[in-house]
């Protein structure tokens, strides 16, 4: 890598997100940026995960998540917390969790 530190942070994506393959546009958009992680829909209607990853490549990630989604979406709010510097990732994959 090019001795930039790892980063994980915690997402929280609210709006018309369930239903209009978020999860899936996610996992594509974090595998094409080299970010790993996971998503999936919650009860309340949101999606939910986690990034990890170089932190320049996680920003781009926190952008598209705040801004672009799946082209059916309308992104209301976008929440990032616990964002911590990491030592090594602890995922291979960018997976969706049914």
């Known amino acids: 890598m090019s001795g930039e530190g790892l980063i994980s942070v915690d997402y929280e994506i609210f709006g018309k997100v369930q239903g209009v ?4 546009y996610t996992q594509a958009e974090g595998t094409k ?8 829909n919650t009860e309340a209607g949101t999606v939910k995960g ?3 990853g ?3 490549k996680v920003e781009k990630m926190q952008e598209w ?3 672009t989604g799946s082209p059916k979406s309308c992104i209301n709010k976008a929440e990032f917390k616990n ?4 030592e090594s990732l602890e995922y ?6 049914k």
Request: charged share 15%.
């Open 21 to 24: 393959f978020f999860r899936k």
């Open 33 to 40: 940026l080299g970010v790993v992680g996971w998503v999936q």
């Open 50 to 52: 986690q990034l990890q």
């Open 54 to 56: 170089p932190s320049s």
């Open 65 to 67: 998540l705040k801004v």
């Open 83 to 86: 964002k911590k510097t990491i």
């Open 92 to 97: 291979s994959s960018f997976s969706i969790i």
